[in-house]
Nanobody, 121 residues
Framework: QVQLVESGGGLVQPGGSLRLSCAASGPISSTIHMGWYRQAPGKGRELVARIDDGGRTDYADSVKGRFSISRDSAKNTVYLQMNSLELEDTAVYYC???????????????WGQGTQVTVSS
């Protein structure tokens, strides 16, 4: 079965940096898109950044110029480099992927378990 495993969350001071990673494993033929969402306490889940199979990227306005998404297609892995972190970036960050499965015409949307990012002085 398909799994998304995230890593790289933690506690950082305002202005600091973190790098999140998400590796997809299982019977994957190819990725359609991979990205990151986040959910802060008391708020809904929102898109942070995503990258599609053509390398096109999309960012939330609140993170443009501070966050950068990249991928390693051979490893089915997506990265989120987060710089100049702000208190408002505190949230659980979820990896999201649209994947085509091996041996079928099926595709689906998959989620990771989430990783906590806390920005605090």
């Amino acid at each position: 079965q398909v799994q998304l495993v995230e890593s790289g969350g933690g506690l950082v001071q305002p202005g600091g940096s973190l790098r999140l990673s998400c590796a997809a494993s299982g019977p994957i033929s190819s990725t359609i898109h991979m990205g990151w969402y986040r959910q802060a306490p008391g708020k809904g889940r929102e898109l942070v950044a995503r990258i599609d199979d053509g390398g096109r990227t999309d960012y939330a306005d609140s993170v443009k110029g501070r966050f950068s998404i990249s991928r390693d297609s051979a490893k089915n892995t997506v990265y989120l480099q987060m710089n100049s972190l702000e208190l408002e970036d505190t949230a659980v960050y979820y990896c999201n992927a649209g994947l085509r499965l091996l041996g079928t015409t099926q595709s689906g949307i998959y989620w990771g378990q989430g990783t906590q990012v806390t920005v605090s002085s």
